[in-house]
Structure formats: C-alpha cells, structure tokens
C-alpha cells in the first residue's frame, strides 16, 4: 500500500474531477479525456488541459500524456485551440519524469498519422512540434525514452510522415553527433544501429553526401566490435542504396577489412550479407574480388563462418547469372523471358526461381486467378493449406519450413504465365510481349533492371518491406533481386567499361590462388559468342554441400541449403551446364532427410522451366515421379504446384499423371485436411489441361468425393471445383456429358438426407448462375426445379442459399410463374436472413452470407 501515495498526494479532489474515483486502479479501460470534462473547479477545458498536464501527480501527467490523441481529436476544431495543444506537448516534452516522457513519446506516431489525415498544415505542425520532441529523446539519459524515440523515428519513417528536409537538417545532424569517436559508448552503438535502419528509407543522395563517409569511419572503429558488427550486418543495404561507384570506391576496402575480423561474429555477419554486396558491384570486381574474398570465408576456422558462407554460397553463385548464355532475359517490366516460357511476376508467392518461395500461397495458373474464400459453418475465411512451422529460427533459407508473416490477401497468387505453345492457348499475348521487348524506353537505366513506372516485381518487394524482420522472407526476396538484377547487370549491352574505369585484370594481377573459370559458350542476341563466367571453386564448394562430411564440419543442414538455393544456381549455370547440377540433384532428390526432398519438390516445377521441356522429361520426370510416393511433407510440396509441372510435360505424357490424381486423395494422416483443400485448388486449374472427356471420366469423381469430405473449408472449395468441371463440359460442346453430371449433382446432394448436402447444392446453382457457365435455358429445365423444392426446406441455412440462388436467377432464367411466386414466399419466410436474401437486388452486389452458414 506504500506506493498509493504516489497517486494521491494531490488529494482525492483532483482524482475525483480526474475521473478515476470509480475505477480504482483499473483506468486502461476508461475514457482517457475525462478530465476535460466540468468539474468543480470551474475551468476551461484548456484550463483543465493544463492544470493536469503540470500537475505535480505523475499519474496525472501520464494520463494526460496517454490521451494526447484523444485531446487533439477534442480540439482540432478550432485553430486557436489546436495551437494550444500543440504547446502544452512540447512543454510537456520536457518532464523530468522519464515515463511520462516514454508516454508521450509512444503518442507520436498516432497523432502524426491523425495530423497527416486530418490538418491541411501537417507539415508545418509536424515539423515545428514534434519533429524536435523525436530528435531530442534520441539524446535523452534514459534508455527507456530513447529507444521509444528510436521506435517512433523508425515508424515515422516508413509512413512517410518525416520530410526529406527535417531528416537532412534535424536528424540526421543527432545521428551524426552521436557516431562522433568522442561520443559515450552506449550513445554510439545505439546510433549506429539506428542510422543503418533508417538508412533503407532515404534517398541515394542523402545517404551518399550525410551517411556514408561516416559509416565508413565505423566499420573501421577499432575500440568497440559492437558497431564494427553493427555494420557489417548492414553492409549489403548501405551497398545498394549508393550503387555501384560508391561500392566500388569507398565500401568496399572496408569490406574487406570486415571479412577479415578478428571477431568471428563480424565475418558471419559479413557472409551473410555476402549477395547484397555482390549485387552492386560490376561483374569484374565480383569475379576478380569478391570470390577469392569468399572463398576465404567459406574455408574460415570458425564454424560459424563457414556455415554462414555455406548458406550465401547458392545465392551468391546467382549474381554471375548472364541471360545470354542461361537462355533467359529479363524484360523491362521485370517478365523473364525464354523462346518457350513467360514469367509474368506481378505477385509474390511460393515459387522457387532463384530460390524463393513462400508457402502459404495457392498454385499458379494461366490467364485467370483463383480468388476462392468459400464460407464455413462458422463464418471464417478460409485457412491457407498445410505448411510446417518451425522452431528454429535459424532455418531462414529452408522454405520448405516456412511459416511466413507475409498474408495470404497481400501476396495474392505471383502469378506466372507460361505460354508453351505446345499447351497453352495463349500464344497470341506471347507474340505481343515480344513485341513489346524490343521496343525501347528513354528511362531504362541498363544498372537498374527496372524502368519509370516501376514494374510489378519492385511493387512485390516494396510490400515485402514491413515483413524483412523474417529471416526468411529476407532470403527470399534476397535470391529473387540477385539473379534479376545481376541479369542486367551482365547484359550484352552493358559489356562496354564502367564508370569508375574498372576493367578486367590481367592474368598477373590474380591473386595467388587464382580461380578456374567455367565458360559457357553461347550465341547472344547479336550473333556473337558470349560467355557466362561462374568461379570454379565457387561451384567445387557448392557441388560439395552434399558430401555427408560437410554435415559433420560445417552443418548437419549443409543439404537443404543447398537444395534450397538450387534453381538459382541451375539458372545461372544455363540448361547447357546442367550435366554439372545432374548428379548433386539426384543425390539431393534421394536424401535420407525429409526436409531436403521436401525443399526440391516445391521447386521442382520452376526448374522445369529453367532445363526445358526435353531435359526436364528426361532427368526430372523420374524424381517428380518419386515425390509424388514419398511423405505427405514431401507430397505437398509437388501438389502445390502440380498444374505448374504438368503444363510443362507433353500432352502424352500428362495424360498418364489423370492415373495418379486419386491417389493424392490418401493421406498418411486423415486429419490432415488441408492436403485435399489443396488438391481441390489444383484441380481447378488442371482442369483446362485435359479434354472434356478426360475431365469426366477422372477428375469428376474426385470433385464428388471432396463435395463430401468431412471439412466445410474442403466441401466449398469443391463446390468450385465442381461449377468449373460443368463450364469445361458445356464449354466444349458436351452437353450429355453436363446432363449427366447435372442428374448426379441432383441424385447426390438434392435428394440428400442430409442438410449440408442440400445446402451444397443450392450453393453450387447459385455459383452457376454467378459464373454463367452454362446455358440458362438447360439451367432452367434441369436445375431450377430441383432447385425451387427446396424453397421449403425446414433448414434455414439452405433456404438462405435457396433465396439468394433463386434472385440471382431471375433476371437470368426465362419468365416463371413458379419463380416469381417461390421468390415472394421467401420474401415473407419467417427467418429473417432468409427474407433478406430473397429482397435483394439481384442486380447490386450480394454481400457474402458466410456468417449465416
């Protein structure tokens, strides 16, 4: 009880006209701005405003300092006022309790964001108020102020509400201060730290003139390891943000310098930034360089190192890729082009190319998405398929064990577009995309694969931003950025000297150890030979990550990370040089752990894509064959990309896969539902593969078996599949074959005993008459009296269906009597839902009636 006085020494008066005499202790849950309300002290709000901002309670001034949002919003009406507030905050800014300062200084960032919505002078009262608050508590004494400060400067900025000018000219002068060789220890790291943060969301030009010569400064402070540490963790973003002559000229001697640390801790960090820096350095430097430099890691004395090494080795390998000898080249809107393939990325996913993927992400398909959300009992969503978490925190390159932050709704599908003119009917868009490669664009800059408007991809990995505290969307997206970027970086057309006069060396100039070159011979687009150069060693080592000993050396993971990063490196060698890949592929495909099979077949299909359609028949073929016999944490991996795969095969040899489709309806363990939710997904878009007749005699047994699986999430997305199945048939001219599936669908679900059978079936009309996937003159003589019986079903939850199905059909179907007069009882049904559904316009968009399933 001794620490009530705190509380009270103002007297139970001010805690009355506070507000707080009926809460006790409890007040997180009361109206923060109560003390604005009239008491007995007949003030102004402002007045109260005041005498409780500066009262001598520090409880008082922590609420108040709690509340400041609240007080705004009370305010922000009149002008006169809000200037007022606006000073009580900075004066308030200057308490000598620090948390009453933390309080205040956690408001920040929400009453920014209510400035930037609400006040048209945002900028100048930001700028005048709060900026000064923000800069001065990075200085403050107290650590729990500063590092609320360094958390509040950091959201600011990724909201976009610090102007360029206030972070030239207020905080990055504080950053610069604090970094000074004379500045307190603790002061200095925690700036470092802060300063390599904030430095991803400045400009290139800020960055290089205010940032960068200090930082070179710290990666060479000698008296305290923790910032030498701190930048060389964040070496690779300082490197992309400056570009290549920054790199070259004033980073990189410091990188060296760090891969040489007397601190394993450092040279770890150097490693795993190892790909960054590759990627903003002209190919030169990263073949005469930076692999020696590398290769001095990957043979480090500590472990640690080697094992960081071991895990950048795949990705690094994917900076030397060349499109004129991989057979690939990167458009300007960032599609990766071959004669037979297009990889349209205008969404992020799990895909594998170069290593990335993400495992919470249905399958690709051509021309169309799959937006599917179908309703359950209880009202949620969907849940995405099946993937296994893991614990440890160091597998940030295996996807296979992702358990990604990145949302379902946010990464959407990455959908790829594959047009082989073998399969895929779309090759009228293929002779247009490549018609629009070769024309030119004034604002294509040969270093920055991109282009003015930014293509999908930049999009992808800009929404990505707020998720690289991930590791392994940090890898993924990592790998990705390589091989585009290094993609243009080696082109035919930016063959002539860099800027900074950087040429090749000669052969004398190698370092001692001088590394064997694999050359690739290949005609480039002029006509001319070009050569794909990859080190030597570096392929040595990264062929012998499957060798068991590296498991006992280096770490007992050592092959999923080399599976993980293998269509990067399968990529960048070129289909030519695959013999070099061929063997470590089996071996990786035949590996006693689960987990490294598993990482190959979520990947199988992208580097299918990579080897073409004659080696992937040959040497891929017999392993997808495998995957599909092995584990359900192996299986998975192939059926979630099973459309990708098949599409690539001959139609001969696809059509043998129709055998094996049922048997992905068999599980190792029955409850794992999510399995068949995502074999219902790829039938949806296997669909289009097969002839209308394949489709009837095989997949439409599976799509009746999964309408009656046990799980709603599975049931409704087979009801999907089922309406698909029916717009293939009629599609195709095969009206018989869509009457008998009409008399099945009515036999099984119709006249089922059961209510959810009946509800299925007033769904799958409706979905009908959504997607008009058939005529509605046959929609009428064979549905829609099967439909109409049960208008009077005693189960409210199918009537809902029933009503909903019936008013969408009318502006569809031909004038009935029938129809109109089963609408008009609906209309008067006595569940209230059910009369809502029957009332609405058919033509107005009809809200979700998930919730009242």
Known sequence: MAGLSLYFEDGHDDLDDFGFDDYGSECDGIRITAFLDAGQDNLTPLGRLEKYAFSENVFNRQIVARGLLDVLREFSDNENDFISVMETVARMSEDGEPTVRAELMEQVPNIAMFLHESRPNFPAAF?????????????????????????????????????????????????????????????????????????????????????????????????????????????????????????????????????????????????????????????????????????????????????????????????????????????????????????????????????????????????????????????????????????????MHNFDDIHTSVPREMCGGFIRTFSNSNTNPTTTNNAKNAKDTEQTDENFNSFNYWRSPLPDIKEVLDCLQPHMDDPDVQAQVQVLSAALKAAQLDSPEDDSPTDDGLTEPEPQEQPEDDIDIVSVESKSEEGKEDSNVIPQQLLDQYLSMTDPARAQTVDTEIAKHCAFSLPGVALTLGRQNWHCLKDTYETLATDVQWKVRRTLAFSIHELAVILGDQLTAADLVPIFNGFLKDLDEVRIGVLKHLYDFLKLLHADKRREYLYQLQEFMVTDNSRNWRFRYELAEQLILIIELYSHNDVFDYLRQIALTLCSDKVSEVRWISYKLVVEILQKLYACGADDLGLNFINELTVRFCHCPKWVGRQAFAFICQAIVEEDCMPMEQFGQHLLPSLLSLSSDPVANVRVLVAKALRQSEPCCAYSDELEETVMALQSDKDRDVRFFASLDPNKCLMDTAPLI
């Open 127 to 395: 700028s005048r108020y709060l900026v000064p608050i923000v800069v001065r508590y990075l200085t403050d004494p107290n650590n729990q102020v500063r590092k609320t400060s360094q958390a509040a400067l950091l959201v600011l900025l990724e909201q976009g509400l610090i102007s360029k000018a206030d972070m030239e000219t207020k905080v990055c002068p504080v950053l610069l201060d604090l970094t000074e060789p004379s500045s307190d220890d603790d002061y200095k790291i925690e700036a470092v730290a802060i300063m390599c943060k904030v430095v991803t969301m400045l400009s290139k030009d800020t960055v290089e003139h205010l940032l960068l010569p200090r930082f070179c400064d710290l990666c060479s402070d000698a008296r305290l390891f923790q910032v030498r540490k701190v930048c060389a963790a964040n070496f690779g973003e300082f490197c992309s943000i400056v570009g290549q002559e920054a790199t070259e000229k004033l980073l990189m001697p410091k990188f060296f310098d760090l891969c040489s640390d007397s601190l394993w801790g450092i040279r770890k960090a150097c490693a795993e930034c190892f790909m960054m820096v590759s990627n903003s350095t002209s190919p030169e430097v990263r073949r005469a360089k930076l692999s020696p430099l590398f290769i001095s890691l990957i043979s480090d004395q500590s472990r640690w190192v080697r094992q960081a090494a071991f895990q950048s080795l795949g990705r690094f390998i994917s900076t030397f890729a060349n499109p004129s000898s991989t057979g690939f080249h990167f458009r300007e809107d960032g599609a990766l082009l071959e004669s037979s393939y297009t990889f349209c990325y205008s969404h992020f996913s799990d895909c594998s190319l170069n290593s990335l993927n993400c495992s919470d992400i249905s399958g690709c398909h051509t021309g169309r998405t799959i937006a599917h959300t179908p309703p359950n009992q209880d009202g949620r969503a969907t849940p995405s398929p099946e993937h296994v978490s893991t614990a440890d925190s160091e597998e």
